[in-house]
């Protein structure tokens, strides 16, 4: 164990107590940082430049995982001895810590297991989010349509770019927050939109020769994307590869011909159309080379129904790819959900990815990222040839990671409890209000 978390533990168990009253929480008060984060911020020690900053890494990261309420107040109130909140804050608001030396030590650490490290095999996802706010006053936020919900709503819009192993693990790379025309002109920022962000986080990827496919939806399919992707080359000195889809009237260039692509699977026979089975589902499909406008290089669609005597279309797929078979194109474009609506479904849900309310961008900015190393670390967990000590069941879920490492939170403390008890000979009323449950 870290010596930082030594000291911190020592101090408790010697009764050096701060109950926090301000908990609100269903569960006892925390007394030990989990394992998977203690492992974990080992890795980290010298990217924070003191003590306070490595505790206040280990009690955010464990707040992430494990508290009900993942807001800094909330995270910060969830330990028996805890410092102010405003320590915590500071940490994320102003503490003299760089997140894309965090963030490149995190890739580096998912290159040790064989079942996270990159692979020719592996895809990246893109992909963007709303992260819903209640606070019109945080930094960058602004009024989005979520096409999901149907509703427009108050947001940060962040645009991900996540990787799929061919384990099926997957995480996030690096991500770009989107500002709107108006936030960047009071600031005096370039504006950039969400094609621009798109292919900085390309060029990001084939900067750092993090190899894989490109995937995607028709949002970033346009001809200036298609186009920049095919620029960039692999190691093997060939184009990188993508799978995006085109909406159904997007136009393309057939012999020579303009026409809308349900136009052309109109005139797509039925006896033209060839079965696709996965599992009991069963799709019908037809392929061809064909170009698209200001796209400088052949692509291959696959248009796909749901029916054979189906005539309206339910997808358009594109590649670069022309030579690749179909069920590689389906493949390699299913990692978009994968590789995207699973993280984001699972941030938001298990990890309080949109539960900063802190007013600061920096603060914002270094939430998401630490949400991200939650992830990496609870992912680093599932799948795992045997459970690990703290786990009763062999875990598959990031949930059912947060799950584990409450239980052994909750273990720790009941344990610590039952010690003063019965050992230490501390009265119950006495123990009770150390762990601040009165």
């Not at 020592?10 to 998977?36: E, Y």
């Not at 095999?121 to 960058?140: M, N, P």
């Not at 909750?410 to 409890?417: H, K």
């Not at 010690?419 to 150390?434: G, L």
Request: proline share 3%; charged share 25%.
């Amino acid at each position: 164990m870290l010596i930082w978390a030594e000291n911190f533990w020592d101090r408790c168990s010697a009764g050096a107590w701060l109950p926090n009253p301000q908990r609100d929480s269903t569960m006892p008060p925390i007394v030990k940082i989990p394992h998977v984060v203690v492992d974990g911020c080992e890795r980290f020690a010298d990217v924070l430049p003191n003590q306070p900053q490595r505790r206040h890494l280990a009690e955010y990261l464990t707040g992430l995982v494990v508290s009900e309420n993942k807001t800094v107040s909330g995270i910060s109130a969830e330990f028996v001895e805890t410092t102010d909140q405003s320590c915590l804050n500071r940490f994320l608001t102003s503490a003299d810590w760089d997140v894309d030396e965090l963030n490149a030590r995190r890739l580096e650490l998912l290159q040790e297991d064989p079942a996270t490290q990159y692979s020719n095999r592996g895809v990246i996802a893109l992909d963007d989010v709303l992260i819903d706010h209640y606070g019109k006053l945080i930094e960058d936020v602004g009024w989005f349509w979520d096409h999901a919900e149907q509703r427009s709503k108050i947001a940060h819009d962040y645009l991900f770019a996540n990787y799929v192993c061919p384990s099926g693990k997957h995480y996030p790379l690096e991500f770009r927050l989107f500002k709107k025309r108006d936030q960047c002109e009071a600031t005096g920022e370039e504006f950039k939109d969400h094609g621009v962000l798109f292919r900085e986080l390309v060029a990001w990827v084939c900067k750092r020769e993090i190899p894989g496919d490109f995937t995607f939806d028709s949002y970033f399919s346009s001809s200036e994307n298609l186009t920049f992707i095919h620029a960039q080359k692999n190691q093997q000195g060939e184009s990188r590869a993508y799978v995006g889809d085109l909406k159904t009237n997007r136009k393309l260039e057939v012999r020579g011909k303009s026409i809308l692509a349900d136009e052309f699977a109109a005139s797509i026979s039925r006896e033209q159309r060839r079965e696709l089975r996965r599992g009991d589902e069963r799709q019908w499909y037809f392929t061809t080379t064909v170009r698209l406008p200001q796209v400088n290089h052949p692509v291959r669609i696959v248009m796909i129904w749901r029916n054979r005597r189906d005539p309206k279309l339910a997808k358009v797929l594109v590649t670069n790819r022309t030579r690749w078979e179909v069920n590689r194109i389906l493949k390699t474009y299913r990692y978009r959900w994968t590789g995207t609506e699973t993280f984001h479904r699972d941030g938001k849900q298990e990890l309080g990815m949109g539960a900063c309310q802190l007013r600061s961008g920096q603060g914002q900015t270094r939430h998401m990222h630490l949400v991200m190393l939650a992830y990496t670390l609870l992912m680093r967990e599932l799948k795992s040839s045997r459970a690990k000590e703290w786990a009763l069941e062999r875990l598959t879920t990031i949930g059912q990671a947060c799950r584990a490492v409450a239980n052994e939170t909750l273990g720790a403390t009941l344990r610590w409890a039952i010690t003063e008890i019965t050992k230490n000979s501390q009265q119950t009323q006495h123990v009770i209000a150390q762990l601040g449950l009165i």
